[in-house]
């Protein structure tokens, strides 16, 4: 059983995690790469995850909402389609 003590939104918080034996190998193997504690390589596996599976941004429409015809019914009047297209 592995347990880490750490801080989410300014107060401590435990975290228990049940790591194979290679997990704990590797988690072991980061601390001395990288000279970090325990809980600075869990906190940055998080963030990475936490990047990797975030949604996309919405794509938006360039322009979408910025300019003014100065037709209030422009969308939504037939009247102002006549013609289009032709």
């Not at 599976?53 to 938006?60: D, L, S, T, Y």
Request: net charge positive; with cysteine.
């Amino acid at each position: 059983m592995f347990m880490l003590c750490s801080t989410i939104g300014g107060m401590k918080a435990s975290v228990q995690a049940r790591l194979d034996e290679e997990t704990r190998a590797t988690l072991a193997k980061l601390v001395r790469q990288l000279g970090w504690s325990t809980s600075e390589v869990v906190r940055e596996g998080i963030r990475l995850v936490e990047k990797r599976h975030a949604a996309p941004p919405r794509r938006k429409l360039i322009g979408a909402g910025e300019f003014d015809s100065g037709i209030p019914d422009l969308a939504t009047n037939r009247k102002h389609m006549e013609g289009f297209g032709r």
